[in-house]
């Protein structure tokens, strides 16, 4: 479990990231719209992707080989952010990352409570929302002095989908019975 979570570290760091990306973008553009509406699109295309990949869902349960998938477009998806880019085009390419952010969430919670000991679910997911959390702060903390670039989440993405590919498909251990 511990790869995993420390690739929710690296996933929550992209939210962190685009936060601040936001704000240096509508300086470089001087569009102070741009520093919410960036979040805001993400947000809303993570939205729409969660109910679409609700609604279109394998039709066995979404595992590692998913999460590993998923967790690589997520990764392609900040490419095209690295390009100079007016800031409509800027929102509009946002869409792309934010709208697998829902369903790399979502199989990672289902793999995370898959391998969690027998008994261990409540704790697992308070153990993802943590790093979860810890990821948004770094990803918030050195976004600032790397001056909000777009690369800090592409990093961040790629880091977590490398992880994610490492050792999430090991068993959960057994309890012990007595």
């Not at 390419?93 to 793999?111: E, I, K």
Request: charged letters at 5%; a positive charge; one cysteine or more.
């Amino acid at each position: 479990m511990r790869p995993l979570l420390a690739a929710l570290v690296f996933f929550g760091a992209t939210v962190g990231a685009l936060d601040v990306a936001g704000i240096a973008a509508s300086d470089h553009h001087h569009a102070a719209w741009l520093a919410g509406a960036l979040p805001a699109v993400f947000s809303a295309a993570g939205l729409l992707g969660g109910i679409l990949f609700a609604r279109y869902q394998p039709s066995t349960a979404p595992g590692p080989r998913h999460l590993i998938l998923l967790a690589a477009g997520y990764a392609t998806c900040w490419l095209p952010l690295l390009a100079p880019a007016p800031p409509l085009v800027i929102l509009a390419l946002a869409v792309l990352p934010g709208a697998l952010f829902v369903p790399v969430l979502t199989v990672a919670s289902l793999t995370l409570t898959s391998q969690a000991p027998s008994g261990t679910t409540t704790e697992a997911i308070g153990w993802l929302s943590s790093a979860m959390r810890l990821g948004l702060a770094a990803g918030t903390a050195l976004a600032g002095p790397l001056g909000g670039h777009f690369a800090l989440p592409l990093l961040a993405a790629a880091l977590c989908a490398l992880l994610f590919s490492t050792r999430t498909t090991t068993p959960a251990p057994v309890a012990a019975t007595a």
